[in-house]
């Protein structure tokens, strides 16, 4: 299907467990994006890439890990997953540095 | 860095207008933009302004002042289905490349 998909929809992981969230785009989007949602404080920038193999930090990195070797897909990795961790994950991928970015329907990731 | 700032919550009746304000502060803006979120979903954009002036689109206007670092998004004619959160975002070419910055949305609830 077109667009941008994320999975899981869905995780429940361990204290210390490294997990990976997947994000999926057929548009041929150069920018991509990964945000974490949560209650007091909004879309947060987690990492964003510019094209294939161009990472960059944005407001809260630390715990997280990205990677974009296709330009289609752009994973997230908590490498030891912590409770502050859990929260909503949202990717979302743009085409140029002029337009809107467009989200996918996100992750729910508990960790216990 | 940015500092985006709206209300947290607000209300409004069936078929009346309401307007949601947006201040920022920033050092490079490049855009604003004003995202709709309904719960456990995913924002859909709704706006975009990069000058000063007003954009309509149907039943939403946004309007944006850039001197004053101020913009609102414009509901008319509410219906029950425009209860959802609005998040403000802004682009900085100084901040986090092309990426959104966004406020922490307001919580719009459209009663009968």
């Known amino acids: 299907d077109a667009g941008i998909t994320q999975s899981p929809r869905y995780k429940i992981t361990e204290t210390g467990r490294q997990v990976t969230l997947m994000c999926h785009q057929t548009?041929?989007?150069?920018?991509m994006f990964w945000y974490r949602q949560d209650l007091g404080h909004g879309l947060r920038l987690i990492y964003y890439?510019?094209?294939?193999?161009?990472?960059d930090k944005g407001e809260v990195p630390d715990g997280y890990v990205v990677s974009r070797s296709k330009t289609e897909n752009f994973p997230l990795t908590l490498e030891s997953a912590t409770r502050s961790q859990t929260s909503v994950y949202f990717c979302?991928?743009?085409?140029?540095?002029?337009?809107?970015?467009?989200f996918g329907q996100g992750t729910r990731l508990t960790v216990v | 860095g940015q500092n985006i700032d709206q209300p947290t919550e607000m209300t409004a009746t069936e078929g009346a207008i309401v307007q949601i304000n947006c201040t920022y502060q920033?050092?490079?803006?490049?855009?604003l933009f004003w995202y709709q979120q309904h719960a456990g979903e995913a924002p859909t954009f709704l706006s975009y302004?990069?000058?000063?002036g007003l954009e309509e689109k149907g039943r939403f206007s946004s309007f944006l002042s850039r001197s004053k670092g101020y913009s609102y998004l414009l509901l008319k004619e509410l219906q029950m289905k425009d209860s959802a959160s609005y998040l403000c975002?802004?682009?900085?070419?100084?901040?986090?490349?092309?990426?959104?910055?966004f406020g922490k949305g307001t919580t719009l609830s459209v009663s009968s």
């Open positions: 979302a991928s743009g085409p140029n540095s002029n337009t809107e970015a467009f």
């Open positions: 548009w041929s989007h150069s920018y």
């Open positions: 890439s510019a094209a294939a193999d161009i990472t």
């Open positions: 920033t050092s490079g803006f490049n855009g």
């Open positions: 302004n990069v000058l000063d």
């Open positions: 975002a802004v682009r900085d070419r100084y901040q986090a490349g092309t990426a959104l910055i």
